[in-house]
């Protein structure tokens, strides 16, 4: 390398312009990241500008609902809520089972506003916390990426995280969910885990167990931390890169960890006692062995240390033995090998096929097809195994991380569609690191042929080398995406290219000539690195802007130059919030029932959050069932209203109909008398007139159907195309009381039980049910004496005996 | 002959594990020293659950996670205050100690709300 040429008196000059030119550098690169957060939050408001400031889908509406709660109430009811408005009559633990981490960060941020008087409402503090989450989130990616491979890569893989269409799909304004403020928390957490293996200093570790412990707060998903960090742990121990930095990073973070992670309600004691987190304990082990053995290396001879060696194995391996075997034994015991239901279904992507119905039945947990690939990543597919190739030119902890972190979420992304979320953030860094190393060299090419520079470039000359040895690797492999966009980020196929590449370069560095690419190829490959930058751009506004913007909660669709907008979900609501009395409950399907707690403020029997298989079973079996028995189960729990969502009249596909398939199978994995086969036509489930009649006497068929020929006169279903069986039927045990404008949404009311019963007590059910099928629907008659009959037919229930002809009711 | 040359080798390792041991200067061995009383102070609370039961079992986490944190960041100290350790040579070992106090703070500000 030759020796700077400036002059003594020239060198004070030459340290200030680069002092200068280093705190340019960092301005710009402040300044960037600023503009990188201003993105990020922009690109995500789509949703408020072309619909509305409206909470989404379902899950954030119990979010929503819980925040209010939390602003009215404050935190102490907070934690020890019982809300006895749903799963009702069992209630719900909201305290113990809801993950507070967004909550209490929404709320936070709403008590912080309006103590300074800025009075904004709930709803749009928790509108508006995603986007602004995924500005600190692209910070973070930032941090983590510099701590990698350099503040260059950290600006770009910032660039891209702020814009990747997988992550906008979950953070979208108006999406008040908790990956919104999770996958901020998990890059954070692991950024600063990086920056602790980079720096040994215990404050970062600190910092790191105390954003592990926001990340627990937040999101089931942190068991992919406790996971993944003692995996790089040991990958660095097995491949020879144990230091005292990898203990400083990982030790204090298992204690401070496992201590904050049981403190937060939910997790509690499965902390220690699932299998979840025992990698982590058992890494920890191994790591004080592993330091204990560096230390005593450390003090004695090597003579003495093999000596050592001999004694300790001859021991220690008869009472490692024991303990593993008891350790097995334990875990062995258990049914699933103490693992959860949805680890496991990770694990083993048949399992909640097999033995779970309801995890199989979330459309989120189905495995991605490949166009989700490119539609929710897009470049940054291809890019990817770029990326890994730069991560081994110099391979370092960190960068051995980064591999790690996208081979695992490559793998688990592949099991759950809803998991690609997690792979975005390891793309966005990993192709940061690809792109920004490209750039590197195609500058250094162009900055050494240009002829002004060439004082500097002598400076320089010694990095051209390598870097431009690197270029001829990376160069080659950007120059072929058709190539790479082919292969899966496998460990297998890296380690082939790694092989490759590694004879390759040696011979090119024992070589050391000048090399730089032809200034044209470099200024071409500069341009068309833009221009992949700007189809990428490109494609990201217009995911967040078409497909990744529409609220579910209203439905629009364009059709001969004007816009459809359906908005019956919340007609439905409001209906029901103004037209029932507060203490009414309320029966439909689980997918509804935190929109209806929230938007309709009136008590459901099962909701979203899907913990009592039994209850969902038992809904799903009344659905199934014909109308007497079903009214039957309904009247037990104590239901008014029933409804289903119906999208016959305008094709909206996702209706209960479509649904009707689960419902099925989840009460029939309970319920033995509610068989699949009855409802199948040829292995389909039909509605025409070729339908099963117990398909056609089910409660749902009915409840779809009643009166839908009065609308076209031949009761056309626009979603199964196809005339539907039955067409003419009354409705014996339920009354319709309102259907949306677009017959969306169809609300009936269960007809309360006679008024008179005649003969004997145990002949009462059968003959109530034929007076039932005269009776008109004399609302007012009935309303007033409802109160006591209902307190009568209460207490005849129980005194009357359940044997006799209730051969076919399986409630008794 | 595998026997007595074993004991020998024993005996030999031992003595030269000491006299290594003995070389260390003495604020390591100070730190030492509280690593192993915060062990020994864990072994009880572990004796003292077997005999008595795990009810309430968050104290018992509580307490014995306490007594690992402790060890976990003295021998954290140690490793940044050592002087033969090239990594760390930049760090001054103030430095090293207040970081020290900052996590044992965090730590057992966690351990009292968890001790219930």
Same mark, same amino acid.
């Given at each position: 390398m030759a020796p700077p040429e400036a002059s003594s008196a020239a060198f004070p000059n030459r340290y200030a312009s680069n002092a200068l030119r280093h705190a340019f550098g960092d301005v710009l690169s402040y300044f960037i990241l600023l503009l990188i957060g201003v993105l990020a939050f922009s690109i995500r408001i789509f949703s408020v500008i072309k619909y509305e400031s409206v909470i989404h889908e379902f899950d954030p509406y119990f979010n929503y609902r819980v925040t209010k709660f939390l602003t009215k109430q404050g935190i102490y009811e907070f934690w020890n809520w019982f809300d006895d408005r749903t799963w009702y009559p069992l209630g719900r633990v909201i305290g113990g089972t809801v993950y507070p981490g967004l909550t209490l960060t929404a709320g936070t941020i709403w008590w912080l506003l309006n103590s300074l008087n800025?009075?904004?409402?709930v709803e749009t503090v928790c509108v508006f916390t995603a986007p602004i989450f995924s500005a600190l989130a692209s910070w973070a990616t930032y941090l983590l990426t510099k701590e990698v491979k350099g503040a260059g890569a950290g600006l770009t893989s910032a660039f891209l995280l702020a814009m990747v269409p997988s992550y906008i799909s979950r953070s979208?304004?108006?999406? $008040?969910?908790? +990956?919104a403020v999770a996958i901020f928390a998990l890059i954070f957490t692991f950024g600063l885990y990086i920056k602790t293996l980079n720096t040994g200093s215990l404050f970062y570790a600190t910092l790191n167990a105390l954003a592990y412990f926001y990340m627990v707060c937040s999101w089931g998903g942190y068991t992919f931390i406790i996971n993944l960090i003692p995996m790089h742990v040991l990958l660095c121990v097995v491949t020879g890169r144990y230091s005292s930095r990898l203990y400083i990073a990982y030790a204090p973070l298992v204690v401070l960890g496992t201590l904050l992670a049981a403190s937060v309600p939910v997790v509690g004691f499965n902390a220690v006692? @699932?299998? +979840?987190?025992f990698a982590s304990f058992l890494v920890f082990i191994i790591i004080h062995v592993v330091a204990f053995v560096y230390y005593i290396k450390g003090i004695l001879s090597p003579k003495m240390f093999k000596v050592a060696v001999t004694l300790v194995v001859s021991v220690g391996l008869a009472v490692c033995c024991a303990m593993i075997a008891v350790l097995i034994a334990l875990v062995a015991s258990s049914p699933t090998k103490g693992w959860s239901g949805r680890s496991l279904s990770l694990l083993d992507p048949t399992y909640a096929s097999k033995y779970i119905p309801i995890i199989a039945s979330v459309s989120e947990h189905q495995p991605p097809t490949w166009p989700s690939y490119f539609m929710d990543i897009n470049v940054l597919a291809f890019l990817v195994p770029a990326g890994i190739i730069a991560c081994f030119l110099p391979l370092s902890d960190a960068s051995s991380f980064a591999v790690l972190y996208i081979a695992t979420s490559a793998y688990f992304s592949g099991v759950m569609v809803r998991l690609m979320l997690v792979l975005a953030p390891a793309a966005c860094i990993t192709s940061g690191i690809a792109l920004s190393e490209a750039f590197d060299v195609f500058t250094r090419s162009i900055k050494f042929q240009l002829p002004g520079v060439l004082s500097n470039a002598e400076v320089d000359v010694g990095e051209t080398s390598s870097a431009v040895v690197e270029a001829q690797n990376v160069a080659g492999k950007t120059d072929k995406p058709e190539e790479t966009s082919k292969d899966r980020p496998s460990r297998k196929k890296k380690k082939e290219r790694v092989h490759e590449e590694k004879p390759s370069t040696k011979a090119k560095a024992e070589k050391k000539r000048l090399l730089a690419l032809p200034l044209a190829a470099s200024v071409i490959s500069l341009l068309l690195l833009v221009f992949l930058g700007a189809f990428y751009v490109r494609h990201c506004v217009w995911a967040a802007a078409e497909v990744y913007s529409a609220p579910s909660v209203v439905l629009s669709y364009r059709s001969h130059g004007r816009l459809h907008i359906f908005d019956d979900f919340r007609e439905a609501y409001a209906w029901l919030r103004h037209n029932t009395d507060v203490n009414d409950k309320v029966a439909s399907w689980w997918d509804y029932g935190y929109q209806t707690t929230a938007m309709a403020n009136r008590t459901v029997i099962?909701?979203?959050? @899907?913990?009592?298989n039994t209850h969902i079973a038992t809904v799903g079996t009344a659905m199934s069932s014909p109308e007497r028995a079903a009214w039957e189960i309904f009247h037990s729990l104590d239901v008014k209203y029933v409804f289903v969502i119906f999208g016959g009249l305008i094709g909206y596909p996702s209706d209960d109909i479509n649904k009707f398939l689960w419902m099925v199978r989840i009460g029939g994995g309970l319920f033995p008398h509610i068989k699949e086969a009855d409802y199948l036509r040829d292995g389909s489930y039909r509605i025409d007139s070729k339908a099963t009649p117990t398909m056609l006497n089910c409660l749902m068929y009915k409840l779809s159907y $009643?009166?839908?020929? +009065? @609308?076209?006169?031949?009761?056309?279903d626009k979603v199964r195309q196809t005339e539907i069986g039955k067409k003419y039927f009354k409705l014996t045990h339920f009354e319709e009381v309102f259907t949306t404008h677009h017959w969306m949404v169809r609300i009936y009311k269960l007809k309360p039980p006679k008024n008179r019963i005649r003969g004997k007590t145990k002949k009462s059910k059968p003959v109530q049910f034929s007076l039932f099928c005269s009776k008109n629907n004399s609302d007012v008659h009935l309303q007033v004496d409802f109160n006591l009959l209902m307190l009568w037919q209460k207490t005849s229930s129980r005194n009357s005996s359940r044997s006799g002809a209730q051969k076919k009711n399986p409630w008794h | 002959m595998g026997r007595a040359s074993s004991k020998e080798d024993a005996g030999a390792l031992f003595h030269s594990l000491r006299s290594a041991y003995a070389a260390t200067p003495v604020n390591l061995k100070i730190i030492d020293l509280y690593v192993g009383f915060a062990i020994f102070t864990a072994l009880i609370q572990v004796v003292y659950m077997a005999v008595v039961g795990s009810f309430p079992f968050n104290s018992f986490l509580s307490g014995v996670l306490s007594c690992v944190g402790t060890t976990v960041l003295a021998v954290c100290l140690r490793i940044q205050v050592n002087r033969e350790n090239k990594e760390f040579k930049d760090l001054p070992p103030e430095r090293a100690f207040a970081d020290f106090v900052l996590c044992n703070l965090v730590l057992h500000l966690v351990i009292m709300n968890f001790l219930g």
């Open positions: 800025i009075p904004l409402s979208v304004a108006g999406s $008040y969910d908790n +990956e006692m @699932t299998s +979840e987190h099962v909701d979203n959050n @899907t913990w009592n $009643y009166r839908f020929v +009065e @609308t076209d006169g031949k009761a056309f | -």
